[in-house]
């Protein structure tokens, strides 16, 4: 069975702080692919990134990055220089490969940006 | 481009009326479509999901469900909603496997 933890529930950080959330996975499959979604006050989720499992390349897209390191199973997201609008509730999820695969969502880490 | 619309935005209803929330997809064919909750605070409660006209898998018994009669139409029923039904429903669509899925905007359903 895939399994998604995001341990942090809520964080705060001050503007321009950088900022780290974890995501730890568990799966048996050796093909899955890992995702971050945003979901800002209006609630609307919006895709972020999407890593498969044979693609261990740290990813960097303007202030966020990141880090998948499958001998821990965890996928890291950071945010540099945090702005008020990075504030949102941010979900990590796990599909396995093959065909259709229920995707599996962590309970998400709110992150509030104190201005 | 993809859009992905729902609707209503908001919704109050008292305890034991019906409820049909609709979701439509516009610029994609034959997608995936998914039916989510999400209660106050919590994370997303995947109800059901489509991989075809008139096909649907069902997630969590409960008293809701879910029909897809067009291939971009996925409409969510309840005939007499519970006090539980209380949520943020979310429709979200994606294309044939494994992948990233765009939800809609989302119906925040109060019952009363």
């Known amino acids: 069975a895939q399994k998604v933890t995001q341990a942090q529930t809520e964080i705060s950080v001050v503007e321009k702080e950088d900022v780290t959330l974890d995501c730890v996975y568990e799966t048996r499959d050796t093909t899955y692919y890992l995702f971050w979604y945003k979901q800002p006050p209006s609630g609307e989720l919006v895709f972020l990134i999407r890593r498969n499992s044979f693609d261990e390349q740290n990813e960097i897209s303007g202030r966020y990055s990141w880090n998948f390191q499958k001998s821990t199973s965890s996928f890291n997201f950071t945010i540099t220089a945090s702005q008020v609008v990075d504030s949102a509730v941010y979900f990590c999820?796990?599909?396995?490969?093959?065909?259709?695969?229920?995707?599996?969502f962590g309970t998400g880490t709110k992150l509030q940006v104190i201005p | 481009s993809q859009t992905i619309h729902q609707w209503p935005a908001t919704l109050v209803q008292p305890v034991g009326s019906p409820l049909s929330l609709e979701c439509t997809v516009e610029?994609?064919?034959?997608?995936?479509l998914y039916w989510y909750r999400q209660a106050a605070g919590r994370g997303l409660q995947l109800l059901f999901y489509s991989v075809g006209i008139g096909q649907i898998s069902s997630e969590v018994p409960q008293n809701l469900s879910a029909s897809r009669p067009q291939d971009r139409q996925f409409i969510l029923s309840s005939k007499k909603l519970l006090l539980s039904d209380s949520g943020f429903y979310l429709c979200a669509w994606s294309v044939q496997g494994p992948y990233e899925q765009y939800f809609g905007p989302g119906t925040r359903l109060t019952v009363t």
């Open positions: 999820a796990l599909s396995e490969g093959g065909g259709y695969q229920k995707v599996t």
């Open positions: 610029g994609t064919s034959n997608p995936n």
